[in-house]
C-alpha cells in the first residue's frame, strides 16, 4: 500500500458513507407549466404607449413548478426582442399589466411569456410610431 492509499482511502470511505443516505432521498418532483396565453390574441390591437394586460390560463397549473418568476418581452415573429415588458411576477397570478413600448405599427407582434418556459401569443397588431 502506498502512503496515499492509506491515508486517503479512509477519507473518501468515510465521505461515502456520510452520502449514502441521501442517495435514498426522493426528491420532490416538479413540473414544467407553460400556459396559454389568452390576451394578446389575433384580434388584438394594442398602441404604443398605453398599458393593457398580458393574460394567461392557469387552470391546469401543476403542483409544483420548477420556476414561478415570470418576465414578458414582446417579440415580432418567431424572434423575440430584447425589450422586457414585465419581470419578476408570479407565474400563477394569471396576468400583468405591461406598458407597449414605441415600436412600428405591425400585425405580426407578439408577446412571450417565460417562466418555467417560453411560449408565444399569437400574432396581433401594435399601432405604433411610423418611420
Known amino acids: ?24 432521498q426522493v426528491l420532490a ?10 390576451e394578446p390574441n389575433s384580434s388584438t390591437v394594442w398602441k404604443s404607449g398605453q398599458t393593457f394586460n398580458v393574460t394567461w390560463d392557469t ?13 414578458v418581452l414582446i417579440g415580432f415573429g ?3 426582442t430584447p425589450v422586457l415588458l414585465a419581470n419578476g411576477f408570479d407565474i400563477l397570478d394569471g396576468s400583468v399589466a405591461v406598458k407597449v413600448p414605441l ?7 407578439n408577446i412571450v411569456l417565460m417562466g418555467d418556459s417560453g411560449n408565444f401569443s399569437p400574432p396581433f397588431t401594435i399601432i405604433g410610431v411610423d418611420p
Not at 1 to 24: D, E, I
Not at 60 to 71: C, E, L, M, S
Open 1 to 24: 500500500m502506498t502512503l496515499l492509499t492509506v491515508v486517503f482511502a479512509p477519507l473518501f470511505m468515510a465521505l461515502f458513507a456520510a452520502a449514502a443516505p441521501l442517495s435514498g
Open 78 to 80: 418567431t424572434i423575440s
Open 59 to 71: 387552470s391546469d397549473a401543476p403542483a409544483q413548478i420548477t420556476n414561478r418568476f415570470g418576465k
Open 103 to 109: 415600436v412600428e405599427t405591425n400585425d405580426n407582434w
Open 29 to 38: 418532483k416538479k413540473d414544467v407549466f407553460v400556459p396559454r396565453i389568452i
